[in-house]
């Protein structure tokens, strides 16, 4: 029945969403005072507005059953079109809690984590640390920045800002990539050198 409402008002602009929920939800709307007719008006149009995205609708079930108005699971789960053993769920959640579960769900649709301002933070480490692995510098990241990454996404962030210095393990060479290159007493062709000591006077 729910799922039945959702479809219907995706096709329906807020106005017409009330009517027709106003009409299948009389017994519901006997039982409110007038301000939880509003409210619950209120949270029609919005689902109607935002059918589809369940991260919105339940913040907008936690929202009202958090107002204080004396909604119940039952009414608030007829106005946003879920059953009433979820909204009961949701009605236990502390805001904490809430804010919990949207991180998860948006955990499984997550973009990329790494991000172009992480790379200035990279690159220093690399220059602090020249003979860094790919394992410590996702250890690096998930200490530092706070940023859980595997092995291989960070590879092709390095790639992509040009410093793929890295290699897999301690002892071990990665196969095509190129080397840090050893800073020595002479530069290795005429022109200056970054790695090279200042010419005596």
């Given at each position: 029945?729910?799922?039945?409402?959702?479809?219907?008002?995706?096709?329906?602009?807020?106005?017409?969403?009330?009517?027709?929920?106003?009409?299948?939800?009389?017994?519901?709307?006997?039982?409110?005072?007038?301000?939880?007719?509003?409210?619950?008006?209120?949270?029609?149009?919005?689902?109607?507005?935002?059918?589809?995205?369940?991260?919105?609708?339940?913040?907008?079930?936690?929202?009202?059953?958090?107002?204080?108005?004396?909604?119940?699971?039952?009414?608030?789960?007829?106005?946003?079109?879920?059953?009433?053993?979820?909204?009961?769920?949701?009605?236990?959640?502390?805001?904490?809690?809430?804010?919990?579960?949207?991180?998860?769900?948006?955990?499984?649709?997550?973009?990329?984590?790494?991000?172009?301002?992480?790379?200035?933070?990279?690159?220093?480490?690399?220059?602090?640390?020249?003979?860094?692995?790919?394992?410590?510098?996702?250890?690096?990241?998930?200490?530092?920045?706070?940023?859980?990454?595997?092995s291989q996404t960070l590879h092709r962030f390095v790639l992509a800002y040009g410093f793929d210095v890295l290699r897999p393990a301690h002892g071990a060479a990665k196969e095509g990539a190129p080397t840090r290159p050893p800073c020595s007493g002479a530069p290795t062709s005429g022109a200056p050198?970054?790695?090279?000591?200042?010419?005596?006077?």
């Open positions: 029945m729910a799922t039945e409402m959702l479809e219907a008002q995706a096709s329906e602009l807020p106005q017409g969403a009330w009517a027709r929920w106003e009409r299948e939800h009389a017994d519901v709307l006997e039982r409110a005072t007038s301000a939880q007719r509003v409210l619950l008006e209120a949270a029609v149009r919005f689902v109607a507005v935002i059918v589809g995205q369940p991260i919105l609708l339940r913040m907008a079930g936690f929202f009202l059953l958090h107002a204080d108005m004396g909604l119940t699971p039952a009414q608030v789960g007829a106005a946003v079109g879920r059953t009433d053993r979820a909204m009961r769920t949701v009605r236990a959640l502390s805001a904490h809690d809430l804010l919990d579960s949207i991180w998860a769900e948006l955990g499984r649709h997550r973009q990329p984590k790494l991000h172009p301002e992480h790379a200035g933070p990279i690159a220093k480490y690399l220059v602090d640390h020249p003979g860094a692995t790919l394992p410590e510098v996702v250890a690096f990241i998930a200490s530092d920045l706070g940023i859980e990454v595997d050198s970054s790695c090279s000591p200042p010419l005596s006077p």
